[in-house]
């Protein structure tokens, strides 16, 4: 684990795994608990489109959906970024190791 003191931020950040990332182009992805059934597949679609094209997506990876695309993600070999909200967690899913 890494710890960034940013200029101008009150708090540090803390960081495991390849800084540079952070300095990529990257496509945030949030997604509400509740969304509608039709965005689904389009969803789906644009991270398969993402992965294959090795695009660094970032998100917290909490609701349902942002779940399934990390799994989509995770197939891939681009950067990914887990923005833990919330803090570090302890453990990660298996399937996040590499």
Same mark, same amino acid.
């Given at each position: $684990?890494?710890?960034?003191?940013?200029? +101008?931020?009150?708090?540090? %950040?803390?960081?495991? &795994?390849?800084? &540079? %990332?952070?300095?990529?182009?990257?496509?945030?992805?949030?997604? @509400?608990? =509740?969304? #509608?059934?039709?965005? *689904?597949?389009?969803?789906?679609?644009?991270?398969?489109?993402?992965?294959? =094209? &090795? /695009?660094? *997506? $970032? @998100? +917290?990876?909490?609701?349902?959906? /942002?779940?399934?695309?990390?799994?989509?993600?995770?197939? +891939?070999?681009? #950067? %990914?970024?887990?923005?833990?909200?919330? +803090?570090? #967690?302890?453990?990660? #899913?298996?399937?996040?190791?590499?």
């Amino acid at each position: $684990m890494q710890v960034l003191h940013l200029h +101008g931020w009150s708090s540090a %950040i803390v960081t495991l &795994g390849d800084v &540079g %990332i952070a300095k990529r182009h990257k496509t945030a992805f949030l997604c @509400s608990r =509740n969304y #509608p059934a039709k965005a *689904v597949l389009p969803i789906y679609d644009w991270a398969k489109a993402a992965r294959d =094209n &090795g /695009e660094c *997506v $970032m @998100s +917290g990876f909490h609701s349902r959906l /942002e779940r399934d695309v990390l799994d989509i993600l995770l197939k +891939g070999d681009q #950067p %990914i970024i887990l923005a833990a909200a919330r +803090g570090l #967690p302890k453990r990660y #899913p298996s399937r996040c190791k590499r």
